[in-house]
């Protein structure tokens, strides 16, 4: 019984454990950067597709609610507003984690998960590497990195396929639509 | 002895038609295998009743330890959750700022119901119950268990395949009331309690735009969905190879697999549904 308890409760700590040692990991040298550019570019290649053919539907669908509620006020025009909140506020944020942990992060954890059963991670450690130091870390920043260039791609994505869905499908006019999206964005 | 082999004609050609006609045999050998799981599901209801009784008590509460903190239940009722508290502080700041923030109710009823929890189901069942699927289906296609299976006489496909389908089914059933229930409440908690909004205002105007049409269609849109996820993530089990590595790679193609085919179909069924016009009347 007290193991059925604790079991949980000692995997979320093991968590926090090697997340803190990972963060302190981050700043102290080397970094493995060869390892960093691999996965970054692994990241990239197998989350670029899924996360535009994830955003277009998204973005699509909640222009298209949102429309129906704005024409039924009478307000079409302000479609641009709720396309450049929705897309850029919610759905690209959600959809880049999404992807990125989906597509990127099971990948990584398949192969770590492998190399524990393989014992690899046991021979680094008898050569003296830290694994999290040269596995763990790289992955990490590969992740960020990655996420942060995806997150623009998809905005752009959204917006760009909620444009063309308002203005051809929903006869909404476009310069009202960019206009909007337009202020939404203006630095006040 | 040498014999000097001809080379192929057009090699660079031959080499990317190959590739395309593997792309076309593999969309070709998918097909089969969801018309197979889906035409065997009569057999696996009648035939294989205890291992879906199994399987539906796995999928919906967890097992052991995992029952505790995580069965399906609790984890797509906590992800409504916090995305019905996000409509709540998006719908009523936004609202607020052309001040229009009583129809914050409207808003839950609205987004809730057609947009946001057929959305964020979509993404938690391919998470917990579709990637349960393929792990452990993939794990028994490793361990050659599935072709033992197949030895001792039991279809495999709808052993396995159909049965999880059936099951995602019947668990998604109460799954969508909870996570309705919690993104209604969730939303509702957000702008009375936190926004300090009347609660009669919100129930006003929640009761007034909640269409039962539009809950039934959300919940058929999830229960369609919960069928494609199923149906991905039971291919891409079966079809693991590679070693426990392979198994984790299966798990994340299926994941973004079901992920993009979620999405499109969500699209596919509003527009079907709700038409151009929407099908909706603020006026009454």
């Known amino acids: 019984m007290t193991l059925a308890v604790t079991k949980p409760v000692r995997a979320v700590g093991g968590f926090f454990a090697m997340s803190l040692d990972t963060f302190v990991l981050i700043f102290k040298p080397p970094l493995a950067w060869r390892e960093y550019l691999l996965q970054s570019w692994f990241v990239a290649r197998v989350s670029m597709l899924p996360a535009l053919m994830m955003t277009l539907p998204y973005s699509v669908i909640l222009t298209f609610i949102f429309n129906i509620l704005l024409t039924e006020i009478g307000a079409g025009d302000f479609s641009g507003t709720g396309a450049a909140i929705g897309t850029v506020n919610q759905i690209a944020p959600i959809v880049t984690v999404l992807v990125v942990a989906g597509a990127g992060s099971t990948a990584m954890c398949a192969d770590l998960g492998a190399r524990t059963i393989r014992e690899e991670l046991d021979a680094m450690r008898v050569l003296g590497i830290n694994p999290i130091q040269r596995l763990v870390v790289p992955r990490v920043l590969a992740a960020t990195t990655i996420a942060l260039a995806l997150e623009s791609a998809v905005t752009v994505v959204g917006l760009v396929g909620a444009f063309f869905f308002t203005v051809y499908i929903q006869h909404v006019s476009a310069g009202a639509f960019v206009t909007a999206v337009g202020i939404q964005f203006t630095v006040s | ?284």
Not at chain 2, 20 to 34: C, D, I, K, L, T
Not at chain 2, 119 to 136: D, F, K, P, R
Not at chain 2, 150 to 174: F, H, K, M, N, Q
Not at chain 2, 272 to 281: I, K, L, T
């Open chain 2, 1 to 284: 002895m040498t014999h000097s082999v001809a080379s192929a004609l057009h090699p660079r050609l031959g080499r990317a038609f190959e590739s395309v006609a593997h792309e076309w045999n593999r969309v070709g050998s998918q097909m089969r295998f969801y018309s197979t799981t889906l035409g065997s599901i009569p057999d696996a209801v009648i035939n294989y009743r205890t291992e879906m009784l199994r399987l539906i008590a796995q999928m919906g509460l967890g097992v052991a330890a995992l029952a505790m903190i995580g069965g399906t239940v609790v984890i797509v009722g906590f992800l409504t959750m916090t995305t019905g508290a996000l409509v709540a502080v998006q719908g009523y700041n936004q609202l607020a700022s052309v001040g229009i923030e009583a129809l914050t109710g409207f808003a839950s009823s609205y987004f809730n119901v057609r947009l946001i929890v057929p959305g964020t189901a979509s993404v938690a069942l391919s998470a917990t119950i579709g990637a349960g699927a393929t792990a452990q289906m993939g794990a028994m296609r490793i361990n050659e268990e599935i072709d033992a299976l197949e030895v001792i006489g039991i279809r495999s496909v709808s052993y396995l395949a159909s049965t999880r389908v059936v099951a995602g089914i019947v668990v998604v059933i109460p799954l969508y009331c909870v996570a309705i229930m919690m993104a209604f409440l969730a939303s509702r908690a957000g702008t009375t309690a936190i926004y300090g909004q009347g609660s009669g205002v919100y129930d006003h105007y929640f009761n007034t735009f909640l269409s039962p049409r539009d809950l039934i269609w959300s919940f058929l849109q999830v229960v369609a969905i919960t069928v494609v996820v199923m149906l991905v993530h039971t291919y891409y089990g079966y079809t693991a190879s590679g070693g426990p590595a392979g198994v984790g790679e299966a798990v994340g193609r299926a994941v973004r697999t079901s992920m993009v085919v979620a999405a499109v179909e969500i699209v596919m069924i509003t527009l079907a549904v709700y038409g151009q016009s929407g099908n909706f009347h603020l006026a009454g």
